[in-house]
């Protein structure tokens, strides 16, 4: 059996060296051995169960998801990973088949905002029945301003520039967390603005959806962070806000990744 120092095995595995210790600080990957230099040392099984682990993100599972999956595949037998994968990729696409109803909700909607453009042409500034200006305009602060729905449906908004700066997401939870983030933020173009960060991303409808999702679970345990996610032909804009007060997690979280 091979042994490999952490820049090998981030090699040949696909993982930068930083995810694979995040890895094993949520309990992905197991503690490994040290050499007599105190360095990491890792073996064929840390390989194997690393490709197991790229399989799983490929699909799209969840970082919790993906850490109960290795808990079985750990044991050995194939069946067992075959019997959960299973139940997890019938959840998965029965969410894709809920998305896709959305998507054709939704172009309808951008089909009848298209056709009421040339009815109304005003001679002054756009108005309210010019048809420029966006039903999105008027949501409360704090809402996730997308036409796709959430994994399930927001509690009233709350306002992100008077909430408390409080987050009751555990400390065990927060690197994963951080994790899903940094995952769909990877080709994200930041650029700060007085009240957060805005991000763009070219137009991907599969993205906003999943943009949508996550920003409503971090609504729920962060209310004061305030988001406004908008998909056009050109693009995908996720607007983050927050009070002064939680500037720096605004740049922790949604910044340049370490």
């Not at 094993?24 to 682990?53: M, N, T």
């Not at 042409?121 to 200006?133: E, Q």
């Amino acid at each position: 059996m091979s042994n490999y120092r952490i820049s090998q095995l981030a090699e040949r595995s696909g993982f930068s060296a930083s995810t694979l210790r995040f890895y094993e600080s949520v309990d992905l990957l197991p503690e490994p051995a040290r050499s007599q230099g105190g360095y990491r040392v890792y073996d064929d099984h840390d390989l194997d169960r690393l490709q197991f682990i790229g399989r799983a993100k490929a699909l799209g599972l969840p970082l919790e998801e993906i850490r109960e999956l290795v808990g079985v595949w750990d044991d050995g037998a194939c069946a067992p990973v075959q019997h959960r994968l299973r139940q997890l990729l019938v959840d998965k696409i029965e969410e894709v088949e809920s998305r896709v109803s959305e998507l054709n909700a939704w172009s309808g909607d951008l089909s009848g905002a298209l056709s009421a453009l040339p009815q109304h042409s005003p001679d002054g500034p756009c108005g309210p029945d010019c048809g420029c200006v966006p039903q999105s305009a008027n949501l409360a602060p704090g809402s996730v301003a997308v036409s796709l729905m959430a994994a399930r449906p927001l509690d009233t908004p709350s306002d992100w520039a008077t909430a408390a700066v409080a987050c009751t997401l555990s400390g065990i939870e927060q690197p994963a967390r951080l994790e899903q983030w940094r995952e769909l933020l990877a080709d994200a173009v930041r650029i700060p603005s007085a009240n957060g960060m805005s991000l763009r991303f070219p137009p991907d409808p599969g993205l906003a959806g999943r943009l949508a999702e996550l920003a409503a679970r971090e609504q729920q345990c962060c209310s004061f962070f305030g988001f406004h996610l908008t998909l056009s032909v050109d693009s995908l804009v996720l607007e983050v806000r927050a009070p002064a007060a939680a500037q720096d997690m605004v740049h922790s979280l949604f910044g340049e990744p370490a």
